[in-house]
């Protein structure tokens, strides 16, 4: 059974960082495209960046380039969001999603997409004040 467990939300002022953490168990392969994507009140699930976890290929969505950082620890199969530079538009809650379906170049490509995945944790909540 598949098992996604996202940590490390909490409430921030603008400019601050935040690293938020998804713990994985249950995935059989050692390659996965494994997603972050948020989720404001009134609004639709966004992807936000994504890592294929066998190595090479990564996504960031335009409005994250260069404040958010994704990256993995194989060893304790988890992976990370460093988010720095807060935004208010960045509150939200975070989810973190795997599916071993794609290759590494695929989920680069696919990784914005919330179809993409079938597996979801549920959730940390991300609050940025002005």
């Known amino acids: 059974q598949v098992q996604l467990v996202e940590s490390g939300g909490g409430s921030v002022q603008a400019g601050g960082s935040l690293r938020l953490s998804c713990a994985a168990s249950?995935?059989?392969?050692?390659?996965?495209?494994m997603g972050w994507f948020r989720q404001a009140p009134g609004k639709e699930r966004e992807g936000v960046a994504g890592i294929y976890t066998g190595g090479g290929s990564t996504y960031y969505a335009d409005s994250v380039k260069g404040r958010f950082t994704i990256s993995q620890d194989n060893a304790k199969n988890t992976v990370y969001l460093q988010m720095n530079n807060l935004a208010p538009e960045d509150t939200a809650m975070y989810y973190c999603?795997?599916?071993?379906?794609?290759?590494?170049?695929?989920?680069?490509?696919?990784?914005?997409?919330?179809?993409?995945?079938?597996?979801w944790g549920q959730g940390t909540q991300v609050t940025v004040s002005s």
């Open positions: 249950g995935l059989r392969y050692s390659g996965n495209c």
């Open positions: 999603a795997a599916d071993p379906a794609w290759t590494s170049a695929s989920c680069a490509v696919v990784a914005g997409r919330t179809g993409s995945f079938g597996y």
